[in-house]
Nanobody, 119 residues
């Protein structure tokens, strides 16, 4: 059983920053971040390979969000800058195969942390 625990969500004004953390990992999986806003599809944001360090981003967050991984501490991070109201969503940490941004490739999910961006 893999347990992924997110922290760091909250409320921020547009243009602000937040850093999400995810404690936990799974051997053989990339770590990633997804989000789900009401009335929208679940969206893959960023993934990182624990082997190569390669990162992958959705166009919607490229240049604003940065994913990183502390393998020794089995913790991944999502640094979110220049936040916009449309970034408001529940954010989920995930262990995902092939570093895919497709939610169907997620093997394990965290419980989620809410991010709210006000204008």
């Amino acid at each position: 059983q893999v347990q992924l625990v997110e922290s760091g969500g909250g409320s921020v004004q547009a243009g602000g920053s937040l850093r999400l953390s995810c404690a936990g990992s799974r051997y053989g999986y990339c770590m990633g971040w997804f989000r789900h806003a009401p009335g929208k599809e679940r969206e893959g944001l960023a993934t990182i390979s624990p082997i190569t360090g390669n990162t992958y981003y959705a166009d919607s967050v490229k240049g604003r969000f940065t994913i990183s991984l502390d393998s020794a501490k089995k913790t991944s991070f999502l640094q979110m800058n220049s936040l916009k109201p449309e970034d408001t969503a529940m954010y989920y940490c995930a262990a995902v195969i092939r570093c895919s941004l497709y939610s169907g490739d997620v093997g394990y999910w965290g419980q989620g942390t809410q991010v709210t961006v006000s204008s």
